[in-house]
C-alpha cells in the first residue's frame, strides 16, 4: 500500500556558503557571518512551522530543490562572492517552474543595485526582515498580505522599489494531495 501524501504548504531551502565550517572570506566577516546565520537557523528552528534545510552549496540546494519541488518552497539565499545566490535563484525558480519570490542576504547594500530590478525578489542584510519574511507563510490565507507588506517595509527601509508580478506564490507543481507513489523523482 502506497503512503498518502501529508499536506505540507512550505519548506525553506536556504543556501549561504558561509554554512560552510571553512573559512569563506579569510578575514574577520567568516565569524561574524558564521555566527549570524547561527542566530536565524536558532530562532527558525524554535519559531517556525515548516523544515528548514541549510544548504553550504548551489548544488545541495539545486538537489534537494528537485526533491522537495512538489512542496512549497521558500527560497533564501545569499548573494555569494560571484552572484552564486543569483544563479541559484534562476535554477531553483526553473525546477520549480515559476519566479517565486526570493529573499536575498548581503552585506553589502550595493547589491540592491540590481535586486531591485531582478524579479519578485527582496534584499535584506537585517536580522527582523529574515524573520518577518519567514513568517509571512505561517498563515496561507494570508501571506500574500504579510509579504506584500513586508515589500512595502523594506523598500521603505532601503528607499528602493522591488520588481514584483502578482504570480510570486505561484507553485505549479505543489502537490495538495495523492499517493507519494505517484510523484517522479
Request: hydrophobic share 35%.
Amino acid at each position: 500500500m502506497s503512503a498518502t501524501l501529508k499536506r505540507v504548504e512550505y519548506c525553506v531551502i536556504w543556501r549561504d556558503d558561509n554554512f560552510s565550517s571553512k573559512p569563506i572570506f579569510n578575514n574577520k566577516f567568516d565569524e561574524i557571518f558564521k555566527k549570524f546565520l547561527q542566530e536565524r537557523l536558532k530562532y527558525i528552528n524554535q519559531n517556525a512551522k515548516y523544515n528548514i534545510y541549510p544548504c553550504e552549496t548551489s548544488e545541495e540546494a539545486l538537489g534537494l530543490v528537485k526533491r522537495k519541488r512538489y512542496n512549497k518552497i521558500i527560497l533564501i539565499s545569499n548573494v555569494g562572492k560571484n552572484l552564486e545566490g543569483k544563479n541559484f535563484i534562476d535554477q531553483a525558480r526553473k525546477i520549480i517552474g515559476n519566479d517565486v519570490i526570493a529573499l536575498f542576504m548581503a552585506y553589502k547594500i550595493s547589491h540592491l543595485d540590481w535586486i531591485k530590478n531582478y524579479k519578485n525578489a527582496i534584499f535584506s542584510n537585517q536580522p527582523k526582515f529574515y524573520e518577518d519574511y519567514l513568517e509571512c507563510f505561517y498563515d496561507k490565507y494570508y501571506a500574500r498580505d504579510k509579504i506584500e507588506r513586508l515589500i512595502k517595509k523594506i523598500e521603505k527601509f532601503y528607499g528602493v522599489k522591488f520588481n514584483f508580478n502578482d504570480e510570486y506564490l505561484d507553485y505549479p507543481n505543489f502537490k495538495r494531495y495523492g499517493k507519494y507513489g505517484d510523484l517522479e523523482f
